[in-house]
């Protein structure tokens, strides 16, 4: 709470930024007291890590400094207090904390508890849930996200011209060399990230973890890579076109999973029908969909990162090339 | 009594910082950072319902009995990935404006906006001219 109001005295938006993140990893400390292992990992990854690093790769683009003026701040406070002396006024009603007779804990909860362990025979009851008893919405998610990644190409997006390439790469070259140590040890923990994420990706079932998580550690350990080895160098080890069929990919596995459920007489992502054992078949089923979660996620963030960061490639270089126009006449 | 609201209230005061930064800062990075505070405040009011006490992380095991609600933990677990992937459009669209106004203060844009269409023409004459003059 401290690091938010110091978030809004800040001008400097790069400490705004740094302080963001920081505020993503104490919320994530924060769900790990709760109890909340899976939101605590998933958090971790994306507010203390990806989050960031994608406001930073903006302000380079846009400046990090942010103008005095504010436009009636007595008024937005008034507004601000009264809203919120009205939503404390509602919370008087609210169960206490922590209280297992609270409504919230007395409807599906009990089922999904006692239950899941018999109807679909995982241990992370967070998995079962995600991915059988509510796959349906997790389907609507893995839509929104690979819709935000199209988004993201199509506003950001640009095409190349091979002859830049070549002077964005010694360009980029020349700068790389600078942090050979990082570049080193980076190199010796890239692939264990990689490892990682699949043991996220495979262990979902028995620990927290699961396709989302997963999908965020692997892009992590591409966006490494691409920032310390350049994008170009990146883009020649991970194919652009490549990467986006994978993420049309991931939600066309996760529809056809509903589908076959459906040919074989169940209902859209019902797995029982999956396999001649239900359990089995549910067991297929949430690992089919972590899959495809997994790969729309980790490639509509790779898409993300990349289209930033080239956008901000193409600012810098049309930049120099009008300074070196201006200069040699 | 007052104890047992608590953590209801941080989440107040949390919501209230990230909407006090939207209505009043006029820097777009800015206000998708507030935006950014509104939401994990919404993340921590969900988590927090599904606290119970005494209750363990909901992954089942014969050494425990009590789980916290599982319910919760995967609506807030789908919604952070999303709020990332929202957040980047976001970002995107003020790249955008970035390089079509050349500002991304509220003000800035508004002012340009506003400006009759031969005043634009004369204002971004002037504008070259002061370049050419800086730059020579």
Same mark, same amino acid.
């Given at each position: 709470?401290?690091?938010?109001?110091?978030?809004?005295?800040?001008?400097?938006?790069?400490?705004?930024?740094?302080?963001?993140?920081?505020?993503? !990893? &104490?919320?994530?400390?924060?769900?790990?007291?709760?109890?909340?292992?899976?939101?605590?990992? +998933?958090?971790?990854?994306?507010?203390?890590?990806?989050?960031?690093? &994608?406001?930073?790769?903006?302000?380079?683009?846009?400046?990090?400094?942010?103008?005095?003026?504010?436009?009636?701040? !007595?008024?937005?406070?008034?507004?601000?207090?009264?809203?919120?002396?009205?939503?404390?006024?509602? +919370?008087?009603?609210?169960?206490?904390?922590?209280?297992?007779?609270?409504?919230?804990?007395?409807?599906?909860?009990?089922?999904?508890?006692?239950?899941?362990?018999?109807?679909?025979?995982?241990?992370?009851?967070?998995?079962?849930?995600?991915?059988?008893?509510?796959?349906?919405?997790?389907?609507?998610?893995?839509?929104?996200?690979?819709?935000?990644?199209?988004?993201?190409?199509?506003?950001?997006?640009?095409?190349?011209?091979?002859?830049?390439?070549?002077?964005?790469?010694?360009?980029?070259?020349?700068?790389?060399?600078?942090?050979?140590?990082?570049?080193?040890?980076?190199?010796?923990?890239?692939?264990?990230?990689?490892?990682?994420?699949?043991?996220?990706?495979?262990?979902?079932?028995?620990?927290?973890?699961?396709?989302?998580?997963?999908?965020?550690?692997?892009?992590?350990?591409?966006?490494?890579?691409?920032?310390?080895?350049? &994008?170009?160098?990146?883009?020649?080890?991970?194919?652009?076109?490549?990467?986006? !069929?994978?993420?049309?990919?991931?939600?066309? &596995?996760?529809?056809?999973?509903?589908?076959?459920?459906?040919?074989?007489?169940?209902?859209?992502?019902?797995?029982?029908?999956?396999?001649?054992?239900?359990?089995?078949?549910?067991?297929?089923?949430?690992?089919?969909?972590?899959?495809?979660?997994?790969?729309?996620?980790?490639?509509?963030?790779?898409?993300?990162?990349?289209?930033?960061?080239?956008?901000?490639?193409?600012?810098?270089?049309?930049?120099?090339?009008?300074?070196?126009?201006?200069?040699?006449? | 009594?007052?104890?047992?609201?608590?953590?209801?209230?941080?989440?107040? /005061?949390?919501?209230?910082?990230?909407?006090?930064? /939207?209505?009043?800062?006029?820097?777009?990075?800015?206000?998708?950072?507030?935006?950014?505070?509104?939401?994990?405040?919404?993340?921590?009011?969900?988590?927090?319902?599904?606290?119970?006490?005494?209750?363990?992380?909901?992954?089942?095991?014969?050494?425990?009995?009590?789980?916290?609600?599982?319910?919760?933990?995967?609506?807030?677990?789908?919604?952070?990935?999303?709020?990332?992937?929202?957040?980047?459009?976001?970002?995107?669209?003020?790249?955008?404006?970035?390089?079509?106004?050349?500002?991304?203060?509220?003000?800035?844009?508004?002012?340009?906006?506003?400006?009759?269409?031969?005043?634009? /023409?004369?204002?971004?004459?002037?504008?070259?001219?002061?370049?050419?003059?800086?730059?020579?």
């Amino acid at each position: 709470m401290v690091t938010a109001v110091a978030i809004v005295r800040m001008k400097d938006l790069f400490a705004v930024v740094m302080l963001l993140g920081l505020y993503g !990893l &104490l919320s994530a400390s924060f769900f790990v007291a709760m109890d909340a292992v899976d939101v605590a990992f +998933t958090e971790a990854a994306v507010g203390a890590g990806i989050s960031t690093l &994608l406001m930073l790769v903006v302000i380079t683009m846009t400046g990090r400094r942010e103008k005095a003026k504010r436009h009636k701040p !007595l008024l937005a406070l008034f507004i601000v207090i009264i809203t919120g002396g009205l939503l404390i006024y509602g +919370t008087l009603d609210m169960p206490y904390f922590g209280s297992a007779d609270a409504p919230n804990h007395n409807h599906v909860a009990p089922r999904y508890i006692n239950d899941s362990m018999k109807e679909i025979g995982i241990p992370n009851i967070v998995t079962s849930v995600l991915a059988s008893y509510r796959a349906f919405d997790t389907f609507g998610e893995v839509v929104v996200i690979f819709t935000a990644g199209i988004g993201v190409l199509a506003l950001l997006s640009v095409t190349r011209r091979p002859e830049d390439d070549d002077d964005i790469a010694s360009h980029n070259d020349s700068m790389h060399e600078r942090h050979l140590v990082i570049r080193i040890v980076a190199k010796m923990l890239i692939p264990f990230i990689l490892l990682f994420a699949l043991y996220v990706q495979f262990h979902g079932d028995f620990g927290p973890g699961g396709g989302f998580q997963a999908g965020v550690i692997f892009a992590a350990a591409i966006i490494l890579y691409a920032m310390l080895f350049g &994008l170009s160098a990146a883009r020649k080890a991970i194919n652009q076109a490549f990467v986006q !069929l994978i993420a049309a990919i991931g939600v066309l &596995l996760y529809g056809c999973v509903g589908i076959v459920s459906m040919l074989n007489g169940g209902d859209f992502f019902d797995y029982n029908v999956l396999a001649s054992d239900p359990v089995a078949g549910q067991h297929l089923g949430i690992l089919l969909i972590e899959w495809g979660v997994g790969c729309t996620v980790a490639a509509v963030m790779i898409i993300i990162f990349f289209n930033f960061a080239g956008r901000r490639e193409m600012q810098q270089h049309s930049g120099d090339k009008s300074t070196q126009n201006q200069e040699s006449p | 009594m007052l104890m047992g609201l608590f953590n209801n209230w941080i989440v107040v /005061v949390l919501m209230m910082i990230g909407l006090y930064i /939207v209505i009043a800062h006029g820097n777009l990075i800015k206000k998708i950072v507030g935006l950014a505070i509104f939401q994990t405040s919404v993340f921590i009011f969900y988590i927090s319902l599904a606290k119970i006490d005494g209750g363990t992380a909901p992954i089942l095991s014969d050494n425990y009995t009590l789980y916290s609600n599982p319910l919760p933990h995967v609506l807030i677990l789908t919604a952070i990935v999303v709020g990332i992937a929202t957040t980047a459009l976001g970002l995107a669209l003020v790249v955008r404006i970035k390089e079509a106004y050349d500002s991304i203060e509220e003000e800035d844009i508004q002012r340009q906006d506003n400006l009759p269409q031969d005043n634009q /023409v004369q204002d971004s004459q002037l504008l070259t001219k002061n370049e050419t003059e800086n730059k020579a």
